[in-house]
C-alpha cells in the first residue's frame, strides 16, 4: 500500500515535471513569430531569405517555419508549408523524394537551383510532421513521417566502423572511398531520440548514442566546429575542421534545449558548457572560434545570442544575452539571425519544451 506521503512526493515530482518540460500560459502573443511570418513567408508557404538576391527558399527554411507553426498551433499555415514543399522542392511526392535543399530565381526562371539533399532539414521536416500527426491527430502527416525517415535511413544514413551509424550532410558530396566529411549541427538529439523510437528496427534506433558520442569527441574545449573529416572511422583534425561558426552555433542550441532527463543530456550540457570562456567576447557569443586554442574573434550577431541562450540561461552571460534580445534587434536581422533567435527566446519563454523522448511541448497543449 502506497503511503500519504510517498503519494504526495509523487505528485509533486510529476507537477515539477511538468512544469518544467512544458510551456508557460502567461508568455503573452508570439510578437516575433508573427512578425517573421509577415516578413519571410509568402502566402503560398514559400520561407524567403531576401538576403541572396535570387530571392532564395531553402529547406532548412521551411523546415523550421514547419516546427515554429506547429509551436504557434497554426495548422493552416503548416499545411501550406508542406504543400510548397512538396511541390517545389521535391517535384510533387515527398513519399517518393526528399527535398532538394535550394530553390530560387536564375537565368532561366524560378525552380530548383540545388537538387542535393540537406539531411538536417529533412530530419525537422520528419520531425515536424510526426509531431503535427500526434498533436493535431493528423495520419496523413504521421505516415508522411515515417516514409521520410524511412527514406533518409537508406540514402543519409551510413554505418562506420568503430563509429556506428551516422548521418551524411546530404545524399551526395560528403563521402569518398576512405572518408567523410559530417556536420555536428545536423544532429540535434532530440529529433534523434524520437526518430529512433519511430523507426526503432531501423538505423535510426542507433544513431543517437553514436551521435552523442561523436558530438563530444568533435569538441575539444566544448567548442563545436562547423565541419568534421572522419578517414576510417577516426576524426581528422584538418585545418578546415578547427572553426566553429555559423553551422557550430546551433549545436549549443540544440544541446541546451534538451530535456535534463533526456539520453546524453547530462553529459552534452557538461561538455558544451565548458565553451563559455572561449565563447564569451565582450559579454557576446563569438563569431568564429579555433576549436583547439580556443582563439575568437569579434562577436558574432544577434541570432548568435538566441542559440546559446537555452545552455547558458541561468548565467549572467545567459542574463546579457536576453537582454541583446530585444524585439526591434530580432527584427532587424537577416533569415538566419531571425530562425536562431526565435528557437532561444520561444524556448526560454516557455512556449514550448522537449520530453525526455524527444516529443515536443508546446504550450497550447499544456496550457486552458
Known sequence: MISRGALLAGCLAALVQVTTA????????????????????????????????????TSEGQSYAMFFALVDNDPLLFRRLVRWTEQHLANGDLTARLPAWLWGRSGDGWGILDDNTASDSNLWIAYSLLEAGRLWREHSYTAL??????????EEIRRVP???????????????KDSLRL??????????????KTLPDSLWHDLLDSAVDFLIASAPLGLAPDWVDISQGKIQRSEAGRIGSYNAIRVYLWVGMLHADARGAQRLKAHFRQALPHLDVQGR????????????????PIGFSGAVLPLFADTDFGERQRARLTADAIQAAGYYSRVLSLFGTAWDQRRFGFDANGRLIPAWRTCP
Not at 557569443?285 to 558574432?300: H, K, N, Q
Open 145 to 154: 513521417g515515417h516514409l521520410m525517415l524511412q527514406r533518409m535511413a537508406r
Open 285 to 300: 557569443p563569438a563569431e568564429r572560434v579555433d576549436i583547439i586554442d580556443g582563439r575568437a574573434t569579434a562577436p558574432g
Open 183 to 196: 556536420n555536428p549541427s545536423y544532429l540535434a538529439p532530440q529529433l534523434l531520440a524520437l526518430a529512433g
Open 22 to 57: 512544458c510551456a508557460r500560459c502567461d508568455a503573452g502573443p508570439w510578437h516575433d513569430w508573427h512578425a517573421f511570418k509577415r516578413d519571410a513567408i509568402r502566402a503560398e508557404g514559400r520561407v524567403v531569405d531576401m538576403s541572396d538576391e535570387r530571392q532564395i527558399t
Open 162 to 176: 568503430g563509429m556506428g551509424p551516422v548521418l551524411l550532410p546530404g545524399r551526395r558530396g560528403f563521402e569518398s
